[in-house]
């Protein structure tokens, strides 16, 4: 089968929020290696090292077609002044307050960030006249879902966790704006990213940054959680793939029989990831083989607002877009550890 989907236009100005973090960070940086204009926006926040976001931008800075903006989704003022200086037909909205076990310690930056930073991008997409709104959900929103793997066009009503509460309200957001004004948005699931400049609250960053230090690495559910891990590389090319290409109302949607996973409205969900979850202890196994040292582990019980699996459905994403991740567990964790052991030391 012959896919039909437009690769990237590169006379259209590409808009992403949260530029200085991990993914906005690589999104970035693939779009300005392919020649396109991109207006970048974090506001920096404190909630790992600013250091690191700081480097990327350093990075980013040096193309010429890379402007930024140090600004805070939730100051609409600021907001709608870049719309105004800019020409934007693509937003890419990966900007949010991350991390599951925070959200049970500081929920009000969730609800500020993540409900009325995203109020704020839906709105200056309706007014703007932006082509295509695609953004940041999370596979955290399958919460209590049991079925595997995980499939877009299941319910997920059961979450576990503010964070995950969050991004399901941003879908339902999306929804309506592509409803009621007929905004194109995409939302896209993502499922464990990992790699080079990733986050440092992360698990990778942060067992390698043990194990280095001979210090205990704490592993949850005893070793018995399973994740999606999906490398950067091919999380990138998945978003790529589908930035131009914007979702068109659903020939079969019947409101008798209502799918999560289609719309009247044109407005798309994905699961974007590896579909082979594994297991914790394989993945810590995998880390100790190429730092060359084992990790002293303390095993503990599941946190709370944890799952114990994930494992995405990305049947959908193959189909419309030939998704198709590349990059073996080994190589991934392989290649953050180089790239680790060159930051840490460049420090």
């Given at each position: 089968?012959?896919?039909k989907?437009?690769?990237?236009?590169?006379?259209?100005?590409?808009?992403?929020?949260?530029?200085?973090?991990?993914?906005?960070?690589?999104?970035?940086?693939?779009?300005?290696?392919?020649?396109?204009?991109v207006?970048?926006?974090?506001?920096?926040?404190?909630y790992?090292n600013?250091?690191?976001?700081f480097?990327?931008?350093e990075i980013l800075?040096?193309?010429?077609?890379?402007?930024?903006?140090?600004?805070?989704l939730q100051?609409?003022k600021?907001?709608e002044?870049?719309?105004?200086e800019?020409?934007?037909n693509?937003?890419?909205?990966?900007?949010a307050?991350?991390?599951?076990?925070?959200?049970?310690?500081n929920?009000?930056?969730?609800?500020?960030?993540?409900?009325?930073?995203?109020?704020?991008?839906?709105e200056m997409?309706?007014?703007?006249?932006?082509e295509?709104?695609?953004y940041?959900?999370?596979s955290?929103?399958?919460?209590?879902?049991?079925?595997?793997p995980?499939?877009?066009?299941?319910?997920?009503?059961?979450?576990v966790?503010?964070?995950?509460?969050?991004?399901?309200?941003?879908?339902?957001?999306?929804h309506?704006?592509?409803?009621l004004?007929g905004?194109p948005?995409?939302?896209?699931?993502?499922?464990?990213?990992?790699?080079?400049?990733?986050?440092?609250?992360?698990?990778?960053f942060?067992?390698?940054?043990?194990?280095?230090k001979?210090?205990?690495?704490?592993?949850?559910?005893?070793?018995?959680?399973?994740?999606d891990?999906?490398?950067?590389?091919d999380?990138?090319?998945?978003v790529?793939?589908?930035?131009n290409?914007?979702?068109?109302?659903?020939?079969?949607?019947?409101?008798?029989y209502?799918?999560p996973?289609?719309?009247?409205?044109?407005?798309?969900i994905?699961?974007?990831?590896?579909?082979?979850p594994?297991?914790?202890l394989?993945?810590?196994?995998i880390?100790?083989k190429?730092i060359?040292?084992?990790?002293?582990k303390?095993?503990?019980?599941?946190?709370?607002g944890?799952?114990?699996?994930?494992?995405?459905?990305?049947d959908?994403?193959?189909?419309?877009f030939?998704?198709?991740?590349?990059t073996?567990?080994?190589e991934?964790?392989?290649?953050?550890?180089?790239?680790?052991?060159?930051?840490?030391?460049?420090?």
């Amino acid at each position: 089968m012959v896919l039909k989907y437009k690769k990237i236009d590169k006379t259209k100005t590409y808009f992403v929020t949260g530029a200085a973090g991990f993914i906005g960070f690589h999104l970035s940086k693939r779009l300005l290696d392919e020649g396109c204009k991109v207006i970048g926006l974090d506001n920096i926040n404190n909630y790992y090292n600013v250091q690191l976001k700081f480097d990327r931008l350093e990075i980013l800075k040096k193309a010429p077609n890379f402007k930024f903006y140090k600004e805070d989704l939730q100051n609409k003022k600021g907001l709608e002044k870049i719309f105004k200086e800019n020409k934007i037909n693509i937003v890419i909205n990966l900007a949010a307050q991350a991390g599951v076990r925070y959200s049970l310690v500081n929920p009000d930056a969730y609800i500020q960030s993540n409900v009325v930073g995203f109020l704020n991008i839906l709105e200056m997409c309706r007014h703007y006249g932006i082509e295509h709104l695609v953004y940041a959900s999370s596979s955290s929103v399958y919460g209590l879902n049991a079925k595997m793997p995980f499939s877009v066009h299941d319910n997920v009503d059961h979450p576990v966790s503010l964070y995950a509460a969050t991004k399901k309200s941003n879908e339902l957001m999306a929804h309506t704006y592509s409803y009621l004004y007929g905004l194109p948005t995409t939302g896209l699931r993502f499922f464990t990213v990992y790699g080079p400049w990733g986050r440092p609250d992360m698990a990778l960053f942060i067992f390698t940054e043990a194990i280095l230090k001979g210090e205990p690495i704490k592993v949850f559910n005893y070793g018995k959680m399973k994740r999606d891990f999906t490398y950067i590389d091919d999380i990138i090319e998945g978003v790529v793939r589908l930035l131009n290409n914007p979702p068109e109302q659903s020939s079969n949607w019947n409101k008798r029989y209502l799918d999560p996973g289609t719309s009247v409205a044109p407005y798309r969900i994905y699961n974007i990831g590896n579909n082979n979850p594994v297991e914790l202890l394989e993945f810590i196994e995998i880390l100790e083989k190429y730092i060359g040292k084992k990790a002293k582990k303390e095993f503990l019980p599941l946190q709370p607002g944890d799952v114990p699996e994930t494992y995405a459905d990305i049947d959908d994403l193959v189909r419309d877009f030939g998704f198709e991740p590349k990059t073996a567990l080994e190589e991934g964790i392989k290649e953050f550890v180089k790239w680790y052991r060159f930051y840490i030391m460049k420090k």
